[in-house]
């Protein structure tokens, strides 16, 4: 569907906003801006900044880009005879070919991931996402697979997934505050990858195909 004047105009209000908050906390740190001072820069009124975002951390992490239920949404997507495993590692290759900001390997992100590891509420919410993401695709994994309640092996299978997740992002961050470059990270991960899809084994990389 195309897409309206309107939604336009409110598509790029809110990039604005956004990009505008992280230059400033980039610049002097998260827990040092206020909201005002956002609006303020943005030439937009503090309600507006709440329209788009509901918290300050929102401005940051999104919930379209970092939200508890991408794991499993990405599950839920994959194409009959797909692996839940398989879905996850697909994905998360396409995203760092294409070099997106949600995987961190867009342009100035060393500074961006700097600010974000030295703000407490950024740093807690990113382990928490982490949990939930985690959490919420064992539910779609045991709904799926029919499994009884309390059999362990849809959480197993979850764990080992939100596991590779993790490490995948751990390992842009590390080699992006070594101050490599976008290609050579993803290179790098493309390659890690690999690896860790061999260490995975049949049991997890062949759970929960879909049936078409």
Not at 28 to 55: K, L, M
Not at 57 to 79: F, G, K, N, T, W
Not at 190 to 205: C, I, P, S, T, Y
Request: one cysteine or more; a neutral charge.
């Amino acid at each position: 569907m195309r897409e309206g004047l309107r939604e336009r105009k409110k598509r790029q209000t809110r990039q604005r906003i956004s990009e505008v908050a992280i230059g400033l906390f980039v610049e002097r740190g998260f827990d040092r801006v206020t909201i005002a001072e956002v609006a303020a820069a943005a030439d937009v009124s503090v309600n507006t900044v709440y329209n788009y975002f509901e918290s300050k951390e929102d401005l940051v992490l999104p919930p379209e880009e970092a939200s508890p239920q991408r794991l499993a949404d990405i599950v839920r997507e994959r194409p009959p005879g797909g692996s839940a495993a398989g879905a996850v590692l697909a994905r998360l290759r396409q995203e760092i070919r294409d070099r997106e900001r949600r995987v961190g390997l867009s342009a100035g992100f060393g500074r961006v991931l700097q600010m974000m590891r030295a703000a407490p509420t950024l740093t807690a919410r990113l382990e928490d996402l982490g949990r939930q993401m985690t959490d919420a695709l064992a539910v779609v994994l045991a709904e799926e697979t029919g499994a009884a309640e309390g059999d362990p092996l849809p959480r197993l299978v979850a764990w080992h997934i939100g596991c590779l997740h993790a490490l995948v992002y751990a390992e842009i961050g590390r080699r992006t505050t070594a101050g490599e470059s976008p290609d050579a990270i993803a290179a790098a991960v493309l390659e890690l990858l690999d690896v860790a899809e061999d260490l995975l084994g049949e049991r997890v990389l062949t759970y929960a195909v879909r049936k078409g």
